[in-house]
């Protein structure tokens, strides 16, 4: 039996390499053995390669060992699956969602809260359907999420199921999305003034951030309606330009009720850019580590979630 005491020094190496102590209580030499796998004790190595992108060789290098010593702790990790969810959901208010694709047509759906910009559930090879969704939004709301507002690129299915699950909660379209489609539709050097005109004050939307500003941008956008709204709609031509000045005008019109919720509440994020620039972020990492198995792949976006949330 040893004494236990916590004054200790270093007393030489073992046969073996291992450093021994020696208690300065009771003179007796002695090793630390971890009661825990070698893998897990290495689980700072899995962590670099996750979060830093460290390559199997370098992280040899580092460590001092070789590249199949590293393999077996990061495949020893890989086969392990994080949790998924953080504790007591139903503190967070304000939410976004947004997905990216990795092989069309699934990729990644994922939850961030917009006060904090953390990620607080994702999901991996789904698909932005009806029925996915529904499903990823069952699951917080069994975990006890109950926001009050939403902020999304203004998928259909998104804020239907977003509706039918929570009917209370504000929707807020990114008006990013809402730029950049319009603007592409409306064209850089449009020849027609109408889509001129509409450019103009998309322009602006992102500049939008007092109530009086959104006032003024919906009254611009009536008056721009007023003047060439009947004219859109029963002009007979069906051309690409004319067609998209169409869809333009279409999206803005429903886009609009979604727009400026944000004004009202500060806590509620007008883009999705938080979660937008965490994808880029994953998508980067996960280039350097390309040639995971499907299994592998699915564990290693979970991994990368549970342990770099922001």
């Given at each position: ?174 008006i990013v999305h809402v730029q950049r489609q319009g603007l592409s539709w409306c064209r850089r050097n449009p020849k027609r003034t109408d889509a001129k005109h509409l450019r103009e004050l998309l322009l602006k939307l992102t500049e939008v951030k007092t109530k009086e ?16 709204g009947s004219g859109i709609e029963s002009s007979p031509n069906r051309g690409w330009v004319f067609s998209d000045l169409i869809r333009a005008r279409s999206m803005l019109t429903k886009a609009l009720p979604y727009l400026f919720h944000y004004i009202d509440d500060s ?44």
């Amino acid at each position: 039996m040893y004494c236990l005491s916590s004054k200790v020094r270093c007393n030489g190496k073992s046969s073996k390499g291992k450093q021994r102590y020696l208690c300065l209580s009771c003179k007796r030499s002695f090793q630390w053995i971890s009661s825990k796998p070698l893998e897990q004790r290495r689980f700072n190595w899995f962590k670099l390669w996750i979060k830093e992108g460290y390559s199997v060789r370098e992280l040899a290098v580092m460590k001092r060992v070789s590249q199949s010593t590293v393999k077996r702790v990061i495949n020893y990790w890989l086969k392990q699956t994080p949790k998924q969810f953080v504790d007591e959901l139903s503190k967070i208010k304000h939410v976004i969602f947004d997905g990216t694709f990795l092989k069309r047509p699934r990729g990644i759906y994922a939850a961030m809260d917009s006060e904090t910009h953390q990620l607080f559930n994702a999901a991996i090879n789904v698909r932005e359907s009806a029925n996915d969704l529904l499903r990823f939004y069952s699951q917080l709301s069994e975990a006890g999420l109950n926001p009050e507002s939403a902020t999304t690129d203004g998928n259909t299915a998104q804020m239907k199921q977003l509706k039918n699950l929570w009917p209370e909660i504000k929707l807020q379209r990114c008006i990013v999305h809402v730029q950049r489609q319009g603007l592409s539709w409306c064209r850089r050097n449009p020849k027609r003034t109408d889509a001129k005109h509409l450019r103009e004050l998309l322009l602006k939307l992102t500049e939008v951030k007092t109530k009086e500003e959104s006032l003024r941008f919906i009254k611009g956008f009536y008056a721009w309606e007023n003047r060439f709204g009947s004219g859109i709609e029963s002009s007979p031509n069906r051309g690409w330009v004319f067609s998209d000045l169409i869809r333009a005008r279409s999206m803005l019109t429903k886009a609009l009720p979604y727009l400026f919720h944000y004004i009202d509440d500060s806590k509620i994020a007008r883009f999705t850019n938080a979660l937008e620039g965490y994808f880029s972020r994953v998508k980067e990492h996960y280039r350097l580590h390309r040639g995971l198995s499907k299994r592998n792949k699915i564990n290693y976006f979970r991994w990368y979630f549970f342990l770099k949330p922001k």
